[in-house]
């Protein structure tokens, strides 16, 4: 059973996420209505694209989210909060606390999510989805890596030519090659420091003489762009959860005119 205080705790949480979802999603509709007005600039067309259909289906993710949280919080009215629905045991406080809105234990959940039952899951432990900063909270994972690349390519610092990033359950996985240390510990600080998100996979290395060979090598520059490559003019390589967010939406005159120049 939950104390008064943890009671008090989770209400206090519940409401301000609410409230700050709540101006989220107005501001998703707001940013989404100014995308769609016919007179948004052509060098905008891009961006519009690459977010109408991440903003569309951030708030829709909002809109549940919302209607999880309202629920919660009727349940804390009606004293029946923190109590699994499935195996009738409390959910502990540190899952309450990541996941305030949950219905179900830890157990309950990872067995629901079809995954190996409780004693397999030993092996590897569901992680809690984080509670992620409030401009994030409602996007799924595929919106979260679009926006981090859009961070780290606004940034402009970071080499991201090699390196990967996957974002599972709201938490960031890193791979691949970065030039220095330094951008490997500015990659880390942009993400966790200025974008709040928590990394939990770190398996970058840091190689700067691929980088060289790359771009000092004489004679390469005649070749073919690599797929990676194309990314630094603004592309984005084809694993890259951001490039299935655009794909997904509705092409534009814009991104059909960069085939073309591909026809023979
Ligand atoms: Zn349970």
């Known amino acids: 059973m939950l104390t008064q205080s943890q009671i008090e705790e989770m209400r206090n949480l ?26 948004v600039e052509y060098e905008e067309r891009s961006r519009k694209d690459t977010g109408q259909l991440a903003l569309e289906e951030q708030e829709r993710l909002a809109r549940d989210r919302e209607k999880e949280m309202d629920d919660a919080l009727l ?22 606390r990541a996941v305030p809105w949950t219905l179900h234990c830890r157990d309950c959940a990872a067995a629901e999510e079809g995954g190996p039952g409780p004693a397999e899951s030993v092996e590897e432990p569901l992680r ?15 919106a979260l890596a679009a926006a981090a690349q859009d961070e780290l390519h606004g940034d402009g610092r970071v080499e991201t030519v090699e390196l990967s990033l996957r ?34 996979v770190d398996e ?12 000092r090598a004489p004679g390469r520059a005649e070749r073919p762009p690599r797929p990676e490559e194309v990314m630094i003019e603004g592309e984005v390589e084809p694993e890259d959860p951001y490039r299935s967010v655009r ?17 023979k």
């Open 204 to 215: 970058v290395r840091v190689d700067r003489t691929a980088f060289e060979r790359r771009d």
């Open 167 to 200: 974002v599972e359950n709201g938490q960031v996985l890193l791979g691949g090659v970065l030039p220095s240390d330094r951008q490997h510990a500015l990659l880390l600080s942009l993400l966790e420091d200025d974008l709040g998100l928590q990394v939990v």
């Open 14 to 39: 519940l409401e301000n996420g609410l409230r700050e979802l709540r101006e989220e999603a107005g501001r998703l509709e707001e940013q989404r209505l100014r995308l769609s007005a016919p007179e």
């Open 128 to 142: 809690p989805a984080p509670i992620l900063p409030y401009r994030f909270q409602g996007m799924d994972d595929a």
């Open 75 to 96: 349940r804390i009215g009606a004293g029946t909060y923190g109590t699994c629905l499935a195996c009738g045991r409390d959910i502990s406080m540190q899952r309450l």
């Open 247 to 263: 794909e997904g939406a509705e092409t534009s005159p814009a991104d059909r005119m960069v085939p073309e120049k591909e026809e």
